[in-house]
């Protein structure tokens, strides 16, 4: 029946926190999405979606982005139109940086975090950043394929202590063991 599997197609990932206390510089978190040639999936990446772009063909984009975390329900989305992204593309990562002005931050500093990952009403992974609370940033969920084969998914948070411009060109480095 694999050849049935249509695999992954529009994808939603969406993020919370809490405002900052009272007295305190806001916290801002931003989703980003690097894409990866199926030629150099683990090399450089080919074009990163963050709060202020959008992917050229407008297959990966922000629903919404707060600065603050102020707002009901989740502050930031992103959509992932996976059955829409060329055959050349093999692996998208996605990724949380957590802006280190006005004040350095990591995630022990963010008030109630929370990440949602989903297919349509299918939540395929939640979570607090628990994991990664000295990072400055982490990678959330990879996304990859063989050809044009069905998209997976592959969860996992994995910290990054750096700048954002850093761990942008990074985040999609093949895992050291």
């Known amino acids: 029946m694999d050849g049935l599997n249509k695999g992954l197609s529009k994808i939603e990932i969406a993020m919370r926190w809490d405002p900052s206390p009272a007295g305190q510089p806001s916290t801002d978190l931003d989703l980003v999405a690097a894409?990866?040639?199926a030629d150099d999936p683990y090399g450089d990446p080919a074009y990163v979606v963050h709060f202020d772009s959008r992917s050229p063909d407008g297959?990966?984009?922000?629903?919404?982005?707060?600065?603050?975390?102020?707002?009901?329900?989740?502050?930031?989305?992103?959509?992932?139109?996976l059955n829409r992204l060329d055959d050349r593309y093999a692996r998208v990562v996605v990724g949380v940086v957590i802006q280190q002005r006005p004040a350095e931050r990591t995630f022990v500093s963010v008030?109630?975090?929370g990440l949602r990952i989903r297919e349509g009403y299918t939540v395929?992974?939640?979570?607090?950043f628990g994991g990664v609370l000295g990072a400055t940033a982490a990678t959330v969920a990879e996304f990859a394929r063989e050809g044009s084969g069905p998209w997976?998914?592959?969860?996992?948070?994995?910290?990054?202590?750096?700048?954002p411009v850093t761990f942008t060109r990074t985040m999609g480095a093949a895992r050291q063991a």
Not at 152 to 163: C, K, L, M, P
Request: net charge negative.
């Open 35 to 37: 894409t990866y040639l």
């Open 152 to 163: 997976t998914f592959h969860s996992g948070i994995r910290g990054f202590e750096g700048d």
């Open 59 to 81: 297959t990966i984009y922000l629903n919404r982005d707060s600065k603050d975390g102020q707002g009901f329900g989740y502050d930031e989305v992103m959509m992932l139109e």
């Open 124 to 128: 395929l992974t939640e979570d607090d």
């Open 111 to 113: 008030v109630n975090p």
